[in-house]
């Protein structure tokens, strides 16, 4: 451009006008002021962002790629800090509304800036003489060094957040800002989209007049945020605290009145957890509209956000998630590992309880009981609300059985969480309710009532802890003590069947009567073959045993029929050898049940016996005989081949037929022709001294009611009522540490949190934690060492990690229930911000940043209803807390904050100086911009004014004065205002402003009116010239200054 | 444990369990390892247990193998002998097919069962080699069975004593190179120090409530 050389002040380029009169001197304090500006702007400008980020420039917190350079500069005995921020990705526009933006770049649309403030308390300059001739300085320094950057001024009092500044923006624009915010009584004019608009439009037309006469194409963008109410936190933090005071009765109805967000997840059972989503803010941004009137900005304001073109969100996540100390299972469980830590000081659990006990005082003082309340409230809960629990596996992860506890629902397991939420879950609480529950055990155990919540399928659950196997074992013994007494009540008539006449040798005759009474309830047992059953593996139907019934009357009614005694129907078609009648399987009794600690017995037992071959054979001796004393009895006719035939058929080998089961030949052979069958015991049964043949001969005839049983419940019963009320104290926890962990785990596993993924990871990277760290209390020995307990204590470290994200990860998924993709980022997100962050509670572990999470999530078009479901319309208390005074509600929300801004760009088209270069509208410049933001009682307002002089300065004077300073004065003049920029030196400010301007034209004087000038007296950015006097060649113009 | 005194040092102790149809050998293989002898021997009623002290691998090992019985009517009965077991060897007759299919219909889901060590070592046997002529099931069947399984193969005869000694050292072998069974078979050890020390139990307790 031709104008180049004619603006520029550096002289850089001046080498073909040497008509020009450069000094170069620095006389006064203010120009080595300057110079010394330029020298450190010329060196920033030469490394560029690169060099800087080397030279050590500092990363602004709160944004990602902002960073700033700062020097300090000295002028008239005053420190001053200049500030340089840059940012390093090159390319891009400033986006508006990114929240990681700087004020400034927000205000005034800038990227890279300059910031020159004293070194002050408030850093903020107060002086307004002093604000002018800073900028000025700076803003000479670059435009000598031809820098572009725009530079601001903080002026006023800090709270006012107002700044003045320029920009030099090439050879032919300027651009100036000035920003300020009303923190009070904001006109109520200001207060809508209407006024707003029209103040941003007073800017630059003239009079009410021009408003009314022109329509201005004024660019507009808003972007307005709502916040949730969450509920008051006070509220939560006392309601938690009285129930802590009030021992455990944090699950009392009558402390829980108010409705928690967590109601139906698994764990409010035991306590209420702070969630973790405390409410989210929500920025709606509308696209850019073109807006011609005010009438259009009133209607703009009643848009609902649901016009908005694009959403964000950003959820606000509860500090407490990422420190601090909540209350949990993991805290619980803290507390019980140290109850399992002081476990080995004492003998019994009594001496806990005791008051003799002499070194305990410190544990009476710390220590607190539960009052007899509780205790009534947890064993209600324990032994008589739904005795039946429904569904044990139902929270069983598929490694919880690797964790030696006590199942999910158990009566243990049940007891343990008890335990783990009375008051601080200390040793002698638990040692209280342990007494308590024995006792209660016990009860059931003397009046012969079933135990509750015990899996009830007539078999010990060896993958439990030893506990549980006993009361598993117990509740066995009890249904069995029951059965015998339910006997001796049916036999008092009859005198039969009980177990007191069991060795009795009644007469048969007597015996086949009254069993065929009996034998009338089993007619769906007799149609089917007892093999049949007993092939599909499904030993505990067929093989029950029954002391209650007697045997079968057999519908075949063969001669010998009437001295059967405990069958359970035929076998089939099979016959016995000898006597060619129908073999009859007996009823057998069970397996005698052992808990793992009877296993472990019987081993002991055979290693002391050593190696010996004839002992080791017998282990199960007894359940041998038993079936064969019953085999007898329903078979009275068979001999021993006939009893191996049915009970391991294998020893018998068949001639004809090898493949056939021996159950299933006769019937393919037909009948007597073939008999009897061509077949022998095998080798190893027909030898001599066969143990098996042995015990054959040595076994009477007794169908399983008349036998003694296997399993003498009364006696096991009694053992193992004796084992719990005798159990040391560290067994005890021990197993109650496994158990509650185990089932702890097993309640949050319960928990709803929408299958995100790295959460079921979480889950099962804490089962196999806790199971490898479990282990070494799950062997029945001593774990009381050091180690153990601290391995423990990191294992409830871990605890409280997945507690936490499994408690975001349920309150997310609820949250955004119907936006599951929301929930699923947003809990990555946290997952991987968290995730560093998860210490092993080790003191050395290394500290991460303490930094917030705030990230904003883009909301879906189809996700955005259930996010506005989540702005509940205020209630009436609420909403008479304020006064609405702003539009665009969401659900009746009023925006806690809005931003617009509104600019209007001129392409230059419509205005006389075209005429002289017609190559002029090729530019589009942003002409006026106005950030406004803030909400009805808090407003900010930026404005920016670029002013041009249409590719050609019409009118620019250099003039020297005396005293060699150099005064600038550059008068640009556009379509709707002249602009002149004067850079000063202090003699010009002292000499006040009267320069010298060429005769304007007549259309030139109209627009005088509107010269924004840049007055160095008063300080004032945006000035209007208010009177003017062209005589002759020469011009005076008169300033005053225009507050905005 | 008391007799312990009397038995050997050892590093660790390993619980095996050998389960199978009635008949296949379970007891005469046990018997040609424990004890060099071959024995038709009676049939083992429900439960036998033969503890072997080996030097396998370097390490002093001492192993507690349970014997089951085959018949159903024990099957119940023998489940609580899965317990803990690090190695499961699962025993079928080559002479005699219907062994051979019950270990993948009956035998292997009694292991899914009743096993709690996901980590134990099954190993599949095929016994009586001895008697080629009768042999049904190929040694081909065998390995594509324990391909599919996952689990270790031999086959051996416990009356020629021919692979007796591998079939077991093979076993114990695998167990030693998985830490997690290690670690159980070692804790053996620490247990039985700590019985040692600890106040004899239960025996004077009655004093309570």
């Not at chain 1, 609420?878 to 600019?903: A, C, D, T, Y």
């Not at chain 1, 004077?957 to 379509?975: A, D, H, K, Y």
Request: charged content about 25%.
């Amino acid at each position: 451009m031709a104008s180049t050389s004619k603006v520029d002040l550096s002289g850089e380029d001046d080498d073909e006008q040497l008509e020009r009169f450069d000094d170069f001197t620095l006389a006064s304090s203010w120009e080595r002021f300057i110079s010394d500006i330029e020298a450190v702007c010329r060196q920033w400008l030469a490394d560029g962002p690169n060099n800087l980020l080397e030279k050590g420039a500092v990363k602004l917190d709160f944004s990602q790629k902002l960073y700033k350079v700062k020097m300090e500069l000295k002028y008239a005995m005053k420190s001053y800090n200049m500030e340089y921020y840059f940012e390093t990705s090159s390319g891009g526009k400033i986006a508006d509304g990114d929240s990681t933006l700087h004020d400034l770049q927000l205000c005034f649309g800038v990227k890279d800036f300059l910031v020159i403030a004293p070194q002050s308390a408030s850093g903020v300059v107060l002086d307004s003489p002093e604000a002018s001739k800073l900028l000025s300085a700076v803003a000479i320094a670059l435009t000598n060094c031809s820098s572009l950057w725009p530079a601001f001024v903080p002026v006023h009092d800090p709270s006012r957040k107002a700044y003045i500044g320029i920009q030099n923006m090439g050879t032919v624009f300027t651009r100036r800002f000035e920003a300020d915010r009303i923190g009070s009584q904001v006109p109520v004019r200001l207060m809508h989209l209407e006024g707003l608009y029209e103040l941003f439009v007073s800017k630059f037309a003239y009079s009410t007049l021009d408003f009314a006469m022109h329509l201005y194409k004024v660019h507009f963008t808003m972007t307005s945020t709502y916040r949730t109410i969450h509920h008051d936190d006070d509220d939560d933090l006392q309601s938690l605290g009285t129930e802590k005071e009030e021992y455990g009765d944090n699950h009392g109805s009558e402390t829980r009145s108010r409705s928690q967000w967590d109601d139906d997840c698994p764990w409010s059972e035991w306590y209420s957890a702070e969630d973790p989503v405390k409410g989210l803010e929500l920025t709606a941004t509308w696209s850019e509209k073109t807006v011609e009137s005010s009438l259009e900005m009133a209607e703009l304001e009643n848009a609902s956000p649901h016009e908005a073109e694009k959403w964000m969100i950003l959820p606000f996540l509860s500090p407490n998630l990422s420190e601090g100390n909540r209350v949990g299972f993991a805290s619980q469980l803290r507390l019980l590992v140290g109850a399992l830590n002081m476990s080995f000081d004492a003998q019994f659990m009594e001496d806990f309880v005791s008051v003799e006990n002499p070194g305990s005082d410190n544990l009476k003082s710390s220590m607190i009981v539960p009052p007899p309340t509780v205790l009534d409230r947890v064993f209600k809960d324990l032994f008589h609300e739904g005795s039946q629990v429904a569904a044990f596996a139902k929270g069983e992860h598929k490694i919880s059985r690797a964790i030696k506890g006590a199942p999910f629902g158990s009566l243990f397991a049940q007891f343990c969480l008890h335990a783990l939420w009375v008051g601080t879950c200390n040793i002698r609480a638990i040692a209280v309710l342990w007494i308590e529950f024995i006792r209660e055990v016990r009860w059931c155990w003397e009046e012969s009532q079933p135990l509750p919540k015990i899996q009830a399928n007539g078999s010990i659950d060896l993958s439990t802890c030893l506990i549980n196997q006993k009361l598993q074992m117990l509740a066995i013994c009890i249904e069995k003590k029951c059965e015998m007494n339910e006997d001796f009540q049916d036999c008092v008539g009859s005198n039969e069947h009980t177990y007191d006449h069991m060795e009795e040798d009644s007469p048969v005759g007597d015996k086949t009567t009254s069993n065929q009474k009996h034998g009338d309830e089993f007619d769906g047992i007799q149609d089917s073959p007892l093999t049949e059953d007993r092939l599909h593996g499904s030993g505990t139907t067929t093989s029950r045993p029954s002391m209650k019934h007697g045997d079968i009357q057999s519908t075949d009614l063969k001669s010998s029929d009437h001295n059967r005694r405990g069958s359970a129907g035929a076998v089939g078609s099979t016959k016995l050898l000898k006597s060619y009648q129908s073999m009859h399987a007996p009823f057998t009794q069970d397996a005698p049940l052992m808990t793992e600690d009877m296993h472990e017995e019987r081993l002991q037992a055979v290693e002391a016996f050593g190696n010996s071959f004839s002992f080791s054979a017998q282990l199960e001796k007894d359940i041998l005989s038993s079936d064969m004393s019953a085999f007898k009895a329903a078979n009275p006719d068979a001999v021993f081949e006939d009893f191996i035939r049915w009970h391991s058929p294998g020893d018998w080998e068949n001639d004809d037929n090898k493949e056939s089961g021996p159950s299933k030949s006769p019937v393919t052979k037909g009948l007597k022709d073939d008999w009897p069958p061509h077949g022998r015991l095998s080798q190893r049964m027909s030898e001599q001294g066969n143990l098996w043949r042995k015990i054959w001969n040595d076994t009477p005839a007794l169908p399983v009611y008349e036998q003694k049983p296997l399993l003498d419940p009364l006696r096991e019963g009694e053992k193992i009522l004796h084992y719990l009320e005798t159990l040391r104290p560290h067994q005890l926890l021990e197993q109650m540490v496994c158990t509650t962990f185990r089932v702890s785990a097993d309640t949050l596993n319960q928990t709803n949190f929408g299958g995100l993924k790295q959460m079921i990871t979480k889950m099962e990277q804490l089962y196999r934690t806790m199971a490898s760290t479990l282990k070494p209390l799950q062997t029945n020995h001593v774990s009381g060492n050091s180690e153990t307990i601290e391995d423990l204590r990191r294992l409830c470290v871990i605890f409280e990690h997945v507690e936490k994200l499994l408690t975001l990860a349920s309150s997310l998924h609820r949250t955004f229930l119907q936006a599951p993709r929301l929930s699923e980022t947003i809990f990555t997100d946290y997952y991987n911000f968290y995730l560093p962050r998860m210490g092993t509670g080790s003191p050395g572990s290394p500290e991460v940043d303490e930094k917030e999470f705030d990230v904003k999530y883009q909301v879906m078009t189809r996700e955005r209803q259930s996010v506005s479901n989540m702005f509940s319309p205020p209630t009436a208390n609420q909403s008479w807390r304020k006064v609405l005074s702003m539009g665009n509600l969401l659900n009746g929300h009023e925006p806690i904050v809005r931003e617009i801004i509104f600019s209007v760009r001129d392409s230059l088209r419509n205005n006389h100086y075209a005429a002289h270069n017609p190559r002029g509208f090729q530019r589009e410049i942003e002409t006026y911009r106005m950030y406004i933001c803030g909400t009805s009682n808090d407003l900010r307002v930026a404005l920016s004014v670029t002013s041009d002089s249409q590719g050609q300065p019409k009118h620019c004077l250099e003039m020297t004065f005396r005293g060699n300073s150099r005064v600038s004065c550059v008068i640009s003049v556009s379509s709707s205002c002249i602009s002149i920029n004067m850079y000063l030196s202090e003699f010009a400010m002292e000499a006040g402003i009267s320069s010298q301007f060429p005769p304007p034209s007549p259309a030139m004087a109209y627009e005088m009116h509107g010269i924004h000038g840049y007055h160095q007296r008063t300080g004032f950015m945006t000035s209007r010239v208010v009177s003017h006097a062209v005589e002759g060649g020469t011009k005076s113009a008169t300033f005053s200054s225009i507050p905005l | 444990m008391d007799s312990s005194s009397s038995s050997p040092e050892f590093d660790y102790l390993f619980k095996l369990l050998m389960i199978g149809d009635s008949g296949v050998g379970k007891s005469s293989l046990l018997l040609s390892f424990t004890s060099d002898t071959f024995e038709d021997l009676s049939p083992t009623i429900g439960v036998d247990f033969k503890v072997k002290f080996v030097n396998i691998g370097g390490k002093k090992l001492k192993l507690a193998i349970w014997d089951t019985a085959g018949q159903e009517r024990f099957r119940t009965l023998t489940s609580s002998y899965y317990r803990g077991a690090q190695g499961i060897v699962m025993v079928y007759d080559v002479t005699r097919r219907d062994t051979f299919t019950n270990l993948s219909e009956i035998w292997a889901k009694e292991i899914d069962l009743y096993s709690t060590n996901q980590d134990c070592i099954k190993l599949l046997v095929g016994n009586k080699v001895d008697k080629e002529s009768d042999r049904v099931v190929t040694k081909k069947e065998g390995i594509n069975f324990a391909r599919e399984y996952g689990c270790l193969f031999i086959e051996c005869s416990a009356k020629t004593r021919v692979n007796v000694q591998q079939c077991f050292e093979e076993l114990v072998l695998k167990v030693l190179d998985t830490p997690s069974l290690l670690a159980e078979g070692s804790k053996g050890v620490k247990k039985n120090i700590f019985n040692e020390k600890r106040p004899q139990p239960d025996a004077s307790t009655s004093s309570c409530c």
